[in-house]
């Protein structure tokens, strides 16, 4: 079996004198091709994915640990085993080549 990145998780520590903030909103991913895609990060619900997110504080000296996804990459099926489905970050060999 085989399995996919559909995220990616992060720590930032923030050594400067200062706090800084991870503006949300700006934030996004470049995929393969090239293309920029909007983020959402963890503790967003999927339903909220698109709108606007506060920005995250890092105080000066502290670090957080967080989790990343394009919005693009989420998407609710429908039907009896539907729900929330998460595409790979990446495409796999095969996808590659047929592209």
């Known amino acids: 079996m085989v399995t996919l990145s559909t995220q ?21 991913y470049v995929n ?13 619900k999927y339903t909220d994915r698109n709108n606007s997110q506060p920005p995250t504080t890092i105080v000066k000296g502290a670090s ?8 693009d990459n989420a998407y609710f099926a ?5 729900g929330w489905t998460d595409l790979p970050l990446f495409k796999t060999g095969l996808q590659l080549l047929k592209n």
């Open 8 to 28: 990616f998780s992060f720590s930032l520590v923030n050594k400067s004198d200062h706090s800084i903030k991870i503006i949300w909103d700006d934030a996004s």
């Open 32 to 44: 393969e091709n090239g293309s920029s895609q909007k983020v959402f990060h963890a503790g967003v």
């Open 64 to 71: 957080i640990d967080d989790l990343v996804m394009p919005t």
């Open 78 to 82: 429908s039907g009896e085993y539907g």
